[in-house]
């Protein structure tokens, strides 16, 4: 058995004490190694230089240069994982957002003190998922992700029956796959609903980012809130998000339950109550880029119970991990690139328009899905 590749981390703030605190969260991890740190942007330039890490983290408020600046001319002139440390606050999360979409792979949030609790076992994932992501120039495939904008008139309206829907998953790189996705699709679709793994707090900027570029309104998903046809609800941070069908339409649950896969939210969770939810036949479901397995054992079950299933293909994720562990287990009828992803919703969501019959790779035929009962109950 080969040892486990050693990943080089600088990390780059202008606080001791947070420098310190990172590195002494990290200490437990042996493969994370920091070989660097950096109080501003000129300094962590020569030692990205000399050191060549594998990872930097990042803060975004620092003298001389701000992190978003210093991460766009990371990107530009050597594109390398960069993992955003942010503070909880809405000025904090806004600038996290605009740093994943200038290039970082993932964001983490940051405590008010340091004296405070800092999650070593959660920025490990983190740095573990970045080291695997495959960075390319920002801006590829923009153009494949935006439609134009209707003009008013010019199409008539669809109306879907309201079992109908489309769940999303994703996690490292999800907030741009996502993206690209919901700013491709018409607005009057039935309701779609997303798992992306984020920090508490930045899930509502990211929700309120897409709700300025999307057809579909976009927003933070509330205990109670109804799923309706053109609406796309986003699982808080911290939260589990749930399906319920209640009467004649699907309501959200939240809970704050065991993290499943060390997420909240969990994309199994969602998977597993829509199944529960009997929302199989008529949903369509993609899992997109991400580290781990979350979600992959979920969107088997959505297809043994009759689900249009999807995942993202290799070239275009990321971090091939979650797909690449859905297509392992044959949960996946469609391996999709990211832009060919958007239309194939919007067809097979008009298309699903009743229980078929189906039998997976592994013989389970259409209702006799398995639920996650080690992880979930």
């Not at 050693?6 to 200490?27: E, F, G, M, Q, Y």
């Not at 929302?279 to 979350?294: E, I, K």
Request: glycine share 8%; hydrophobic share 45%; aromatic share 4%.
């Amino acid at each position: 058995m080969s040892a486990m590749k050693t990943i080089r981390l600088l990390v780059v703030d202008d606080s001791a004490l947070a420098r310190r605190a990172i590195a002494s969260s990290l200490t437990p991890f042996r493969e994370i190694e920091i070989v660097g740190m950096a109080s501003d942007p000129y300094v962590a330039r020569d030692q990205i230089l000399a050191l060549n890490p594998d990872v930097v983290t990042l803060d975004i408020e620092m003298p001389r240069m701000d992190g978003l600046t210093f991460l766009k001319v990371i990107m530009k002139h050597r594109p390398m994982p960069v993992i955003i440390m942010s503070s909880l606050t809405q000025a904090g999360s806004a600038k996290a957002m605009e740093a994943l979409q200038s290039g970082a792979v993932d964001v983490m949030d940051k405590p008010s003190s340091y004296s405070a609790y800092l999650d070593g076992t959660r920025l490990a994932e983190k740095v573990r998922a970045a080291a695997c992501a495959r960075i390319g120039p920002i801006g590829d495939g923009e153009a494949a992700g935006h439609r134009a904008a209707p003009v008013p008139g010019s199409r008539p309206a669809r109306s879907f029956p309201p079992r109908k829907i489309i769940l999303i998953g994703a996690s490292t790189g999800g907030t741009e796959a996502i993206k690209a996705i919901l700013t491709a699709l018409r607005g009057d679709l039935p309701g779609i609903c997303i798992v992306q793994h984020i920090p508490a707090f930045f899930s509502k900027a990211f929700a309120d980012r897409l709700n300025e570029l999307c057809e579909l309104e976009v927003r933070e998903a509330k205990m109670g809130d109804l799923v309706a046809p053109g609406l796309a609800l986003v699982a808080p941070g911290g939260y589990h998000m749930l399906l319920k069908w209640d009467g004649n339409h699907y309501r959200i649950e939240l809970n704050q339950g065991p993290p499943v896969h060390y997420q909240r939210p969990a994309v199994d969770i969602l998977f597993d109550s829509a199944v529960r939810a009997g929302a199989a036949p008529h949903a369509v479901a993609a899992l997109l880029t991400g580290m781990g397995t979350d979600g992959a054992a979920g969107l088997l079950q959505l297809r043994d119970a009759g689900a249009v299933t999807i995942a993202q293909n290799e070239q275009s994720c990321v971090v091939f991990g979650m797909p690449r562990e859905a297509i392992r287990l044959g949960a996946a009828q469609k391996v999709l690139s990211l832009p060919q992803i958007a239309p194939y919703l919007e067809t097979a969501i008009a298309n699903a328009t009743a229980p078929r019959p189906l039998v997976a790779a592994n013989g389970r035929a259409e209702g006799s899905p398995r639920f996650l009962k080690d992880q979930i109950l």
